[in-house]
């Protein structure tokens, strides 16, 4: 019968090593890398995370898998993330694929309701975020836009000069 909860001290202290220096190779490679690696997410950020978590897992359990074999899979990835971000800044392109556009979801106290749908982001979700900037309704809004990463940022009314700041964002279809 296979043993459950106790295989061998062997295999205890091998998961101690090794899970010792794969995270500290896994952090000083982090660390090595940039500010950038660690930012806010976006998809291609998010799938390089779950893949190091992923990597770790495997390094640590899997007997099979060399520390060096595991640490070589960690600077690929992290390599592959440097390389794309990268590339992001010094080509509008590539900086599109990856992040993809900022979408306008309220423009002068507008609901965008086809943007809204098209990004599926509700009228709760909005509200829930003016509340959050301190704002009670939409005639208090010039724009709300859903940024790269998932977040929500609240443009507040200040005159009656429309905002400038939305440079990056598409122009408005209110429907």
Known sequence: MEQIFFTSWTSILRTIIIAVAAYAGLILM???SGKRTLSKMNAFDFIVTVALGSTLATVLLTKSVALADGLLAFALLIGLQYL??????RYKAVDEL???????LVYQGQLLHTAMKAERVTEGEIMASLREHGLSNLMQVEAVVLETEGSLSVIKKSSDEPVEVLGDVSAPSIS
């Open 98 to 104: 990856i992040k993809g556009q900022p979408a306008l």
């Open 84 to 89: 794309l971000t990268w590339l992001s800044v």
């Open 30 to 32: 982090l660390r090595g």
